[in-house]
């Protein structure tokens, strides 16, 4: 048995059953007071949380100075008449006076010795648990605890000193500028070392006392100059904020008290407000949200190159991926979904329920035992209650199983709650894009091959008259599906004008959505269904939170958000129709001032939301919905392109407007001379709103043909503009491409490029199709709004072949993989260079490579092939023509 101090171990057991139900009260008021500065400043909802991650610190010292003496009572012994009674201790030795008997008395309640024979027929009860004798072993146990996770922060610290030492300092001068710039900015009074470790897989602070920035290696060819300040800008943050300082409080108060939930979920939470802060920070400082929320998702996929260990005491610049989609979404000024924070209410009532219980079933009074005799007879026998499983008895239709889904479809089967197939469900994959649908067969079978260039795809099962499936994101090959559709889960009500009347033959729309994810962002899901004669509706949905929405011309419109639907719900909901917004807006020219007719606002998702602009730049649109819109800017007529018909951008460039709700949408240009401003505008409507004002600059025309070596047109061929040196596309996407016609002629009309220089390539097929000649390029051109360059010519090439093998360090072959070329001149577009793929043997034939030099490089790709592993990419000089054997590329 443990010789520890009694005392002191159960004091200490009492303690911390005491902080459960403390710790239950401060987690109450940190959700209650999350709810109330749920739309203020980060800042104070960060000072919350560690507020209250004190008062639980000092809950602990105060509580054990409080608890009395008397948990220690009397011992006591249990008589034969199944009774406890004291046992009478005797003075203190050296008070005895000699005539006492100092032997313990113990009331047996009779003077002779039964007999075995006849004693009477009770049993006499082992003494009940008494938590007392257990509080050693407690008490041991929980500093098993504090040492296992106090070793892991003394890990943590030892790390980070390893990565400073093999950190090497920034040396490039324009990084270098860039911290003194930053480091000026937000006020530090001393410049933090900022280095290039390969050891870290995101950018983090490190260091107690002397706090350091190790950005990762990959970071130095991947990322931009402009990129990296934006990072430099979130990390130095976190150093004058002191973040590194209170992550190791948090640290250290997680070890100490590591058995209670509620500090790590207001520790988690504390940790998200932290990074909130810094990126509202690097945003205030002018960058522009969707840029910085795109540089997040770069710095996670380089992450996921690098094998690193988890250093608990490091900040860091991305977090982790399950917090990530939400720092984009609040980045991209997107509220955090109710179901959310729902979840996190629901965790914190859920700990009490199961922390309350503990405390009333572990440290409850020790009842009294029961003479055998006295006791029912139920009581004696323990009693087991047989329960008899039987299989589900066979529906009367066998479902055929399907055939394995091939690596880029997606297979299922789709039934209703009694196990019969449905047939004619539609299964929609990408909701917003026409063409990848199909409808389940007659045993409820479906298969369909999305257009998905990362082996995934958003995914909607639907039928009228049953509540659809969603998911998010379905990989492709993989085990076949298996749906369940049923009519339990809807939103129904009744939809009235102002007056009160019905509303008849009305559309009601149920909005899910920001959905993000790995690379997609998908803004919104609908659902839709139509009210009756009586303005009655019924609307089948997936279990999530909607935002309902109704717009019916002449009579009003109506904008319920946060409506929260579980899982077979049925749920009411009346909706109300009010007065709608006149939104109007004034287009002017950028250079004249003047007002731009033809001006296009529209959206994709509602094509009954139209605006043109009239001869004096005038647009008017009723009956819009209050709150923010995001309207997309098009031009002249509609017209079809890659499948889609809508209005595109015709002679304008770019377009802004300082009365955008989102900061990129104002006019801002980079360091670099690039100008973005080429994506939706975002305005609040409200009631009696005034005009806005939208900017506009044309475009830069560039038209001529597409020519093979040889000389000759090429129809079909794929003309693109490529963000010179950063081996990217100027969009970050494959916007701005556009087909040659059968004489091999193609216009097309780009943002101008101002003080930045690009260059356009032709490849010869579609987006990822590949026919008889390799790219061409051109080489980087200065352009101003508004002008053309004609008989811009891009010639295609010989392509060239490299063949070689693919092997790990220890020289096995690996299948699978992608390998790549890239041009060494950097005139590239990631979108159109040449790739394939490694055979069962290692072996691959990567061909339509450009002539000259070339990059040839295995999977994962980066933005600069040479900033991959050594032994993953190897240089080659190619001429016309030619195939290039031999090569061999290592991956570890």
């Given at each position: 048995?443990?010789d520890?101090?009694?005392?002191?171990?159960?004091?200490?057991v009492?303690?911390f059953?005491?902080?459960?139900?403390?710790?239950?009260?401060?987690?109450a008021?940190?959700?209650?007071?999350?709810?109330?500065?749920?739309?203020?400043?980060?800042?104070?909802r960060?000072?919350?949380?560690?507020?209250?991650?004190?008062i639980?610190?000092?809950?602990?010292?105060v509580?054990y100075?409080?608890i009395?003496?008397?948990v220690?009572?009397?011992?006591?012994?249990?008589?034969?008449?199944?009774?406890?009674?004291?046992?009478?201790?005797?003075?203190?030795?050296?008070?005895?006076?000699?005539?006492?008997?100092?032997?313990?008395?113990?009331?047996?309640?009779?003077?002779?010795?039964?007999?075995?024979?006849?004693?009477?027929?009770?049993?006499?009860?082992?003494?009940?648990?008494d938590?007392?004798?257990?509080?050693?072993?407690?008490?041991?146990?929980?500093?098993?605890?504090?040492?296992?996770?106090?070793?892991?922060?003394?890990?943590?610290?030892?790390?980070?000193r390893?990565?400073?030492?093999l950190?090497?300092?920034?040396?490039?001068?324009?990084?270098?500028?860039?911290?003194?710039?930053?480091?000026?900015?937000?006020?530090?009074?001393l410049?933090?070392?900022?280095?290039?470790?390969?050891?870290?897989?995101?950018?983090?602070?490190?260091?107690?006392?002397?706090?350091?920035?190790?950005?990762?290696?990959?970071?130095l060819?991947?990322?931009?100059?402009e990129?990296?300040?934006q990072?430099?800008?979130?990390?130095?943050?976190?150093?004058?904020?002191y973040?590194?300082?209170?992550n190791?409080?948090?640290?250290?108060?997680?070890?100490?008290?590591?058995?209670?939930?509620?500090v790590?979920?207001?520790?988690?939470?504390?940790?998200?407000?932290?990074?909130?802060?810094?990126?509202?920070?690097?945003?205030?400082a002018?960058?522009?949200?969707d840029?910085?929320?795109?540089?997040?998702?770069?710095?996670?996929?380089?992450?996921?190159?690098?094998?690193t260990?988890?250093n608990?005491?490091?900040?860091?610049?991305?977090?982790?991926?399950?917090?990530?989609?939400?720092?984009?979404?609040?980045?991209?000024?997107?509220?955090?979904?109710?179901?959310d924070?729902?979840?996190?209410?629901?965790?914190?009532?859920?700990?009490?329920?199961?922390?309350?219980?503990?405390?009333l079933?572990?440290?409850?009074?020790?009842?009294?035992?029961?003479?055998?005799?006295?006791?029912?007879?139920?009581?004696?026998k323990?009693?087991?209650?047989?329960?008899?499983?039987?299989?589900?008895?066979?529906?009367?239709?066998?479902?055929?199983?399907?055939?394995?889904?091939?690596?880029?479809?997606?297979?299922?089967?789709?039934?209703?709650?009694?196990?019969?197939?449905?047939?004619?469900?539609?299964?929609?994959?990408?909701?917003?894009?026409?063409?990848t649908?199909?409808?389940?067969?007659?045993?409820?079978?479906?298969?369909?091959?999305?257009?998905?260039?990362?082996?995934?795809?958003?995914?909607?099962?639907?039928k009228?008259?049953?509540?659809?499936?969603?998911?998010?994101?379905?990989?492709?090959?993989?085990?076949?599906?298996?749906?369940?559709?049923?009519?339990k889960?809807?939103?129904?009500?009744?939809?009235?004008?102002?007056s009160?009347?019905?509303?008849?033959?009305a559309?009601?729309?149920?909005?899910?959505?920001?959905?993000?994810?790995?690379?997609?962002?998908?803004?919104?899901?609908?659902?839709?269904t139509?009210?009756?004669?009586?303005?009655?509706?019924?609307?089948?949905?997936?279990p999530?939170?909607?935002?309902?929405?109704?717009?019916?011309?002449?009579v009003?419109?109506?904008r319920?958000?946060n409506i929260?639907?579980?899982?077979?719900?049925?749920?009411s909901?009346?909706?109300?129709?009010?007065?709608?917004v006149?939104?109007?807006?004034?287009?002017?020219?950028a250079?004249t001032?003047?007002p731009v007719?033809?001006?296009?606002?529209?959206?994709?998702?509602?094509?009954?939301?139209?605006?043109?602009?009239d001869?004096?730049?005038?647009?008017?649109?009723?009956?819009m919905?209050?709150?923010?819109?995001?309207?997309?800017?098009?031009?002249?007529?509609?017209?079809?392109?890659?499948?889609?018909?809508?209005?595109?951008?015709?002679?304008?460039?770019?377009?802004?407007?300082?009365?955008?709700?989102?900061?990129?949408?104002?006019?801002?240009?980079?360091?670099n001379?690039?100008?973005?401003?080429?994506?939706?505008?975002?305005?609040?409507?409200?009631i009696?709103?005034?005009?806005?004002?939208?900017v506009?600059?044309?475009?830069?025309?560039?038209?001529?043909?597409v020519?093979?070596?040889d000389?000759?047109?090429?129809?079909?061929?794929?003309?693109?503009?490529?963000?010179?040196?950063?081996?990217n596309?100027?969009?970050?996407?494959?916007?701005?491409?556009?087909t040659?016609?059968?004489?091999?002629?193609?216009?097309?009309?780009?943002p101008?490029?101002?003080?930045?220089?690009?260059?356009?390539?032709?490849?010869?097929?579609?987006?990822?199709?590949?026919?008889?000649?390799?790219?061409?390029?051109?080489?980087?051109?200065?352009?101003?709004?508004?002008?053309?360059?004609?008989?811009?010519?891009?010639?295609?090439?010989?392509?060239c072949?490299?063949?070689?093998?693919?092997?790990?360090?220890?020289?096995?072959?690996?299948?699978?993989?992608?390998?790549?070329?890239?041009?060494a001149?950097?005139?590239?577009?990631?979108?159109?260079?040449?790739?394939?793929?490694?055979?069962?043997?290692?072996?691959?034939?990567?061909?339509?490579?450009r002539?000259?030099?070339?990059?040839?490089r295995?999977?994962?790709?980066?933005?600069?092939?040479?900033?991959?592993?050594?032994?993953?990419?190897?240089?080659?000089?190619?001429?016309?023509?030619?195939?290039?054997e031999?090569?061999e590329?290592?991956?570890e």
């Amino acid at each position: 048995m443990l010789d520890w101090n009694q005392e002191f171990c159960v004091k200490l057991v009492l303690c911390f059953v005491h902080l459960l139900w403390q710790g239950l009260i401060i987690g109450a008021a940190f959700a209650i007071l999350m709810g109330v500065l749920r739309n203020r400043s980060p800042q104070s909802r960060h000072a919350c949380g560690l507020i209250c991650l004190l008062i639980f610190a000092l809950c602990v010292p105060v509580t054990y100075l409080t608890i009395s003496d008397t948990v220690f009572p009397a011992p006591e012994v249990l008589t034969a008449s199944g009774q406890t009674v004291p046992i009478v201790q005797p003075p203190a030795q050296e008070t005895l006076p000699l005539a006492i008997e100092t032997r313990p008395v113990i009331n047996t309640g009779t003077s002779e010795e039964l007999a075995p024979s006849e004693k009477p027929g009770l049993t006499v009860a082992k003494r009940p648990w008494d938590f007392r004798r257990a509080a050693p072993l407690l008490i041991a146990a929980y500093f098993v605890g504090v040492l296992f996770f106090a070793s892991r922060l003394a890990c943590g610290v030892y790390l980070s000193r390893v990565y400073r030492r093999l950190a090497t300092p920034v040396t490039q001068p324009e990084l270098i500028a860039s911290i003194e710039k930053v480091t000026r900015q937000i006020g530090l009074t001393l410049q933090p070392p900022v280095m290039w470790c390969q050891q870290v897989g995101v950018p983090s602070v490190v260091g107690i006392m002397r706090p350091a920035v190790l950005l990762p290696l990959a970071c130095l060819t991947q990322l931009k100059p402009e990129q990296l300040e934006q990072i430099l800008f979130h990390e130095l943050t976190h150093i004058r904020r002191y973040d590194h300082l209170f992550n190791l409080a948090q640290n250290t108060l997680e070890a100490v008290l590591f058995f209670h939930p509620v500090v790590w979920l207001i520790s988690k939470r504390v940790r998200l407000e932290r990074e909130f802060c810094c990126d509202a920070a690097v945003v205030a400082a002018g960058s522009h949200a969707d840029e910085y929320a795109n540089l997040l998702i770069d710095v996670a996929e380089i992450a996921k190159t690098v094998p690193t260990r988890v250093n608990p005491i490091a900040v860091s610049a991305t977090g982790r991926e399950s917090i990530l989609g939400i720092r984009i979404e609040r980045i991209m000024g997107f509220n955090r979904r109710p179901k959310d924070r729902l979840f996190e209410t629901g965790s914190l009532i859920t700990t009490a329920i199961v922390l309350g219980l503990f405390c009333l079933l572990a440290f409850q009074v020790p009842s009294i035992a029961e003479p055998a005799a006295d006791r029912p007879a139920s009581q004696e026998k323990n009693t087991v209650e047989k329960i008899a499983v039987t299989n589900a008895p066979k529906t009367e239709t066998e479902v055929e199983q399907p055939k394995p889904a091939a690596p880029d479809e997606i297979v299922g089967i789709v039934i209703d709650e009694a196990g019969k197939p449905i047939e004619g469900v539609l299964v929609d994959a990408w909701t917003w894009w026409k063409g990848t649908e199909t409808k389940t067969n007659k045993q409820g079978v479906f298969r369909l091959k999305p257009k998905s260039d990362g082996g995934r795809a958003e995914v909607r099962i639907s039928k009228p008259g049953y509540s659809p499936h969603y998911i998010f994101q379905q990989a492709c090959g993989g085990d076949i599906l298996t749906v369940m559709l049923n009519n339990k889960t809807y939103i129904e009500g009744q939809l009235f004008d102002p007056s009160g009347k019905p509303v008849p033959d009305a559309t009601v729309q149920g909005l899910q959505g920001p959905k993000q994810g790995n690379g997609v962002l998908i803004k919104e899901v609908k659902t839709a269904t139509m009210t009756d004669a009586a303005g009655r509706y019924r609307m089948y949905v997936f279990p999530d939170t909607y935002e309902m929405r109704v717009s019916v011309p002449g009579v009003g419109v109506a904008r319920v958000p946060n409506i929260v639907v579980d899982k077979n719900q049925a749920k009411s909901l009346d909706l109300q129709l009010k007065q709608g917004v006149r939104f109007e807006a004034r287009v002017i020219d950028a250079d004249t001032g003047k007002p731009v007719e033809q001006v296009v606002l529209w959206s994709w998702q509602n094509r009954s939301v139209f605006g043109k602009s009239d001869a004096d730049g005038r647009i008017v649109i009723e009956g819009m919905l209050p709150g923010e819109y995001s309207f997309q800017v098009g031009y002249g007529k509609s017209q079809k392109i890659n499948g889609v018909t809508g209005y595109f951008h015709g002679i304008l460039g770019r377009w802004w407007s300082s009365d955008a709700v989102k900061e990129w949408q104002h006019k801002t240009i980079q360091q670099n001379g690039w100008q973005r401003n080429f994506d939706d505008l975002t305005f609040d409507l409200s009631i009696g709103m005034a005009p806005v004002t939208i900017v506009v600059e044309k475009g830069v025309e560039f038209s001529g043909k597409v020519l093979d070596p040889d000389g000759n047109p090429v129809a079909g061929a794929t003309v693109a503009p490529a963000k010179s040196g950063s081996g990217n596309s100027l969009t970050g996407d494959t916007r701005y491409s556009v087909t040659t016609k059968d004489d091999g002629s193609y216009r097309v009309v780009m943002p101008a490029g101002n003080r930045f220089e690009y260059n356009l390539i032709a490849h010869d097929g579609k987006y990822q199709q590949w026919r008889n000649w390799a790219n061409g390029v051109s080489q980087p051109v200065h352009s101003s709004p508004n002008e053309k360059f004609d008989h811009f010519n891009l010639t295609l090439t010989r392509p060239c072949t490299v063949k070689g093998r693919v092997v790990s360090a220890s020289g096995r072959s690996v299948k699978g993989l992608r390998v790549g070329a890239q041009a060494a001149d950097l005139l590239v577009n990631r979108y159109y260079d040449p790739t394939t793929k490694t055979n069962a043997d290692g072996i691959f034939e990567l061909k339509f490579i450009r002539p000259g030099e070339n990059y040839i490089r295995v999977e994962p790709f980066h933005f600069i092939a040479t900033s991959g592993l050594p032994g993953t990419w190897e240089k080659v000089n190619l001429k016309s023509g030619e195939t290039y054997e031999d090569i061999e590329l290592v991956i570890e």
